[in-house]
């Protein structure tokens, strides 16, 4: 962090984006937290001098120039640009689009709680309707501003589910009890009996961290960090043959009749049926899936060996929020409005599950 101020000293650039944890937002000694980033903040603005606003964005919602990522990835950006030059866009460029039950398909508007770290006045925070510190809402009043779920994209999207994988009863050594309390909770929840046994759509186990122990396939992928790849995925075969579309609410179909519309933002996936829990199969994520996640493009070529790769995977910015914040810096630079791609409301989305 110190090396920014020193940089922006030294070239006097026209501007900077600096990405961060949310946390790096309280960076100070215990009895003065944020003291010393509010003095960082300060010292880079001096340098310009500058003007700056601190975005909080999670890479699931950057899809103003494109789809956002198949995992979370909440950040905190300090956006710096010039004083007396023209301010970037934030508002075209970062809202991300949701279904209200009155308006439809709106750009939603982020909202920040009152809570004892964050408020309106003061945002910082990640997103969650429950646990979070912001929302995003319908920008229109006549229904009071409703809390809106974004449209997200699911880690199915990245997973490659031809990829052999054992069953759970076929290992000859077996997970370890957390890791089966986690694949047991999930079995539990996504199940649907069907005959003797059930049908399941595939989810994912977090083995640590992620802020939950499991979730639904078509959810974002919890966030991907350098130590490691934590996440597992269960799924069971298509031995039944049903259908379920990705995007939106419709039920499952079975395979024998035609397949919906595929549109550019469509994925189906094969719900899967087991007759107990030992006949899905279980594997850990590839680092190719785990970037695929991240919304690296499959012929991306990473230098190293695997751990590196992760690592480098677990330390990146997501392509889709440098896109969109890169992009809202240049059309400010250049003055040239840049036009964003036409919202498909064609494909029915996937909301996002309230954290």
């Not at 962090?1 to 990405?19: C, G, L, N, S």
């Not at 309280?26 to 300060?42: L, Y």
């Not at 991300?96 to 709106?106: A, E, I, K």
């Amino acid at each position: 962090m110190h090396d920014i101020a020193r940089f922006a000293e030294h070239h006097r650039y026209r501007a900077i984006i600096v990405e961060n944890v949310p946390d790096a937002r309280w960076w100070g000694p215990d009895e003065a937290p944020g003291f010393a980033f509010d003095n960082w903040v300060r010292s880079v603005a001096l340098w310009g001098p500058y003007d700056y606003r601190i975005v909080y964005l999670d890479s699931a919602h950057a899809q103003a120039a494109g789809p956002g990522s198949r995992s979370r990835r909440p950040r905190m950006y300090v956006v710096f640009w010039r004083k007396g030059e023209r301010a970037p866009d934030f508002d075209k460029w970062l809202r991300p689009h949701g279904s209200c039950p009155q308006h439809g398909w709106v750009r939603l508007m982020q909202s920040f709680k009152r809570t004892r770290t964050c408020s309106p006045e003061r945002p910082w925070g990640v997103y969650g309707v429950k646990t979070g510190q912001y929302v995003y809402r319908c920008p229109h009043t006549e229904c009071r501003n409703q809390v809106v779920e974004p449209r997200v994209r699911g880690a199915a999207e990245a997973i490659d589910f031809t990829l052999p994988a054992r069953t759970i009863g076929e290992r000859s050594k077996p997970l370890v009890p957390n890791t089966m309390r986690k694949i047991r909770a999930g079995w539990t929840r996504y199940r649907r009996v069907h005959g003797e046994g059930a049908l399941i759509e595939p989810y994912m186990v977090e083995l640590h961290g992620g802020g939950s122990s499991h979730r639904r396939a078509t959810q974002p992928m919890s966030t991907l960090t350098a130590g490691g790849i934590n996440h597992g995925v269960v799924y069971a075969d298509p031995a039944v043959h049903e259908l379920l579309p990705y995007y939106g609410n419709s039920s499952a179909q079975p395979i024998d009749v035609p397949m919906p519309t595929l549109t550019t933002r469509d994925r189906h996936g094969l719900i899967g049926y087991a007759a107990s829990l030992e006949e899905c199969r279980y594997r850990m994520i590839l680092p190719s899936e785990a970037a695929r996640a991240m919304e690296f493009p499959d012929d991306y070529v990473f230098l190293g060996d695997r751990d590196q790769t992760i690592e480098m995977i677990g330390n990146a910015v997501t392509p889709n929020a440098g896109r969109d914040l890169v992009g809202m810096v240049v059309e400010s630079l250049t003055g040239e409005d840049l036009s964003l791609p036409a919202w498909d409301t064609g494909a029915q989305p996937e909301v996002g599950e309230a954290a």
